[in-house]
């Protein structure tokens, strides 16, 4: 049975029932204190204390890691090429299941498990993008000599994310048919909760579409982080690494953020005062956490998706496709249509906040159509049928 690491930055651990602090030691050629491989991954992870989403995905990836070596009595410094292959085998197909795979449980659950399922290849290449940093971090931490992953020789495609464009979006005709169904009127008999839950999910999917926020974003956002200024609304955002941002609101979504407000029983426009969370739990007051969230928006694909298979054939490979997206579809989803409606580079950046264009200029999907388009020019003519095939 699989229990979750104690690798939490600054953690305590238990000794003869006595919680103590740990005894940290820095070791010749040693640049963090950590005595064994929990806890200098502890140290790396402090790194990124200031970005829960991120901190608790590179702990994941971490702890499947560091639960594989240590079920084979091996530690991080026994890593080689060869061990690289067997644990990308191991993240398709976790075995024994039933001691690696489970349904989402609390860490401190004995039914908690590391993985929900085998790791499909996109997700075990970001898994291994993920520990290319841990293994970079730890050379220059002097805890390794060594990083395997210089050794991969299709390293370049397996590991570097930023090469190929952003697929994992909804084309334009689906998200307008998805939103299209996001505004279908409660059913006449449907109870109180049901209605707030329809229109909190509509209000969810427009704010992820028009301001295109990581999950992390929407669940921390406050209403008097819409800010009026000179006749036009801001949104103050803390973004990844802790940047703050200041985001244009379009007029469509203070409509949406008023309809969302009227069913709170509040005035259509926040005021500086209210320091009230954006998206809230059933009781009207509290706010919701990543998790929650994310899987409020994870169950509305798997709702569309239900009804897209009702449909007729040639629709099955939209529900698939419904079924597959993620909270994170909806950010990309919102940078390509605003690329494709002619955003500038420049601006696209600034909604995104990516530090390198390179990165935004991965949701510009024009120029591929451009491109299909003159391609389909060359084509298969038929003979002539005088038999005259003279060029």
């Known amino acids: 049975m699989k229990k979750a690491l104690n690798i939490e930055p600054d953690a305590e651990r238990v000794q003869n029932g006595v919680l103590v602090k740990r005894d940290h ?11 064994n491989d929990r806890e200098i991954v502890a140290a790396w992870l402090k790194e990124y204390r200031a970005s829960p989403q991120t901190f608790r995905q590179y702990r994941k990836e971490a702890e499947r890691l560091l639960l594989w070596l240590e079920g084979q009595g091996r530690r991080l410094v026994d890593i080689d090429r060869r061990a690289l292959d067997e644990f990308e085998h191991f993240l398709a197909d976790p075995r024994p299941a039933s001691d690696w795979i489970g349904p989402p449980r609390p860490r401190y659950s004995e039914e908690w498990r590391p993985f929900r399922k085998g790791l499909s290849a996109a997700s075990r290449r970001q898994s291994l993008v993920i520990l290319q940093t841990l293994f970079g971090w730890l050379i220059e931490a002097g805890w390794l000599s060594r990083n395997p992953f210089r050794l991969m020789r299709d390293k370049r495609r397996r590991l570097d994310n930023t ?3 952003i697929e994992r979006y909804l084309e334009r005709p689906l998200w307008q048919w998805c939103w299209q169904r996001l505004n279908t009127p409660a059913p006449v008999d449907a109870t109180p909760r049901r209605r707030y839950e329809i229109e909190r999910r509509r209000f969810i999917f427009a704010f992820a579409y028009l301001l295109a926020p990581r999950v992390s974003e929407m669940s921390h956002a406050r209403m008097n982080d819409f800010q009026k200024r000179e006749g036009h609304w801001w949104w103050q955002v803390m973004g990844k690494g802790s ?15 008023a309809q969302w407000r009227a069913v709170l029983a509040l005035p259509a426009t926040p005021s500086p005062e209210e320091d009230t969370p954006v998206i809230r739990a059933l009781d009207g007051r509290r706010g919701v956490g990543d998790n929650q969230l994310y899987r409020m928006i994870k169950t509305a694909f798997e709702s569309l998706a239900a009804e897209k298979e009702q449909g007729v054939e040639g629709e099955r490979h939209e529900a698939q496709r419904l079924r597959q997206a993620t909270p994170h579809w909806l950010r990309h ?5 605003q690329a494709q409606q002619g955003v ?4 696209l950046a600034r909604t995104a906040r990516h530090s390198r264009l390179e990165t935004t200029a991965r949701y510009l999907h024009a120029e591929a159509q451009e491109w299909h388009g003159q391609i389909n020019r060359h084509t298969l003519d038929l003979p002539d049928e005088s038999g005259d095939d003279t060029l």
């Not at 940047?243 to 949406?256: F, L, R, W």
Request: charged residues 15%; negative net charge; without cysteine.
């Open 25 to 35: 030691q820095v070791l010749p050629g040693q640049l963090v204190e950590a005595g």
């Open 163 to 165: 090469q190929a464009g």
């Open 243 to 257: 940047k703050q941002a200041s985001i244009p609101v379009p007029d469509a979504v203070m409509t949406a953020l």
């Open 333 to 337: 989803t919102a940078i390509t249509h």
């Open 344 to 347: 500038e580079l420049r601006y």
